[in-house]
């Protein structure tokens, strides 16, 4: 999504919780995982968007046309309140035709999210917290682990914060070098993102959006307002983004 905003959190070095890690992606297949792309229905993988490839998960576009904005996201089975989800993903290749300019090696790990069948055939994007995945574009600075907000709002600074995305505090990571991002999601407590063991941007209170269409389709059937669980998915923009390793540590709420 369109990244907009100042940094907000400096890095902080803080000590990581410790357990096992469960791989999401089993560097076979797309097995446990369900494809949602604008347009069309559920496990509908429209031009092998995400597929599977010399042990990597991959999301490519060399059978479009042109991208038309069919905004595509892989959604995990089952869904989760307290966790860190750990990505290791990188850039590569030309952006599909017609992709927009915003989303230019862009990207993300979306949390808290509705589940891809709630979904309306023609949403854009599911219902979440996005963390959002940037490269750089060669000169100037562009953060990653960003924060967008589609259908939702969260708490800064102890005020209801409502700016659709907001930029984090990290380094500018450029070319086709390995990024690893982790999430740590505690309910509706706090959502952490960090690199290299510094959180780079905090939010507290995740919670729907009740003035957003696609989140009143959700309170309207019973969807509380806070956020304290939901879907894991990970997002196509246009831009190719190659993911090796997808993995989660279970934290105790």
């Not at 999504?1 to 890095?11: K, N, R, W």
């Not at 990581?16 to 559920?42: C, E, H, M, S």
Request: hydrophobic fraction near 30%; aromatic fraction near 10%; glycine fraction near 10%.
């Amino acid at each position: 999504m369109l990244s907009l905003g100042l940094p907000h959190t400096a890095p902080a070095e803080e000590a990581r919780p410790q357990g096992k890690w469960i791989p999401l992606f089993n560097g076979k297949n797309l097995d446990d995982w369900t494809v949602k792309i604008r347009g069309y229905d559920a496990d509908d993988n429209f031009g092998n968007t995400f597929r599977v490839e010399d042990g990597l998960l991959k999301v490519g576009y060399d059978q479009y046309d042109e991208f038309a904005e069919k905004f595509g996201h892989l959604f995990y089975k089952d869904a989760f309140s307290h966790y860190i989800i750990r990505v290791e993903y990188r850039f590569t290749g030309e952006q599909s035709k017609g992709g927009p300019g915003w989303a230019f090696r862009n990207s993300g790990i979306m949390v808290h999210g509705q589940t891809p069948e709630s979904m309306s055939k023609d949403q854009r994007f599911p219902v979440s917290i996005e963390v959002q995945l940037l490269g750089g574009k060669g000169s100037g600075k562009r953060t990653t682990a960003n924060l967008c907000t589609p259908g939702t709002h969260v708490v800064m600074n102890d005020q209801l914060f409502k700016p659709h995305c907001t930029n984090s505090s990290s380094k500018t990571y450029d070319g086709d070098q390995w990024v690893t991002v982790e999430v740590e999601v505690r309910g509706n407590e706090i959502i952490k993102h960090i690199i290299d063991g510094k959180t780079v941007l905090s939010y507290t209170k995740p919670q729907l959006d009740d003035q957003d269409a696609d989140a009143q389709k959700l309170i309207e059937k019973g969807a509380p307002i806070m956020l304290e669980k939901g879907t894991i998915s990970l997002q196509s923009e246009s831009h190719p983004i190659e993911f090796r390793k997808v993995e989660l540590l279970k934290l105790d709420p």
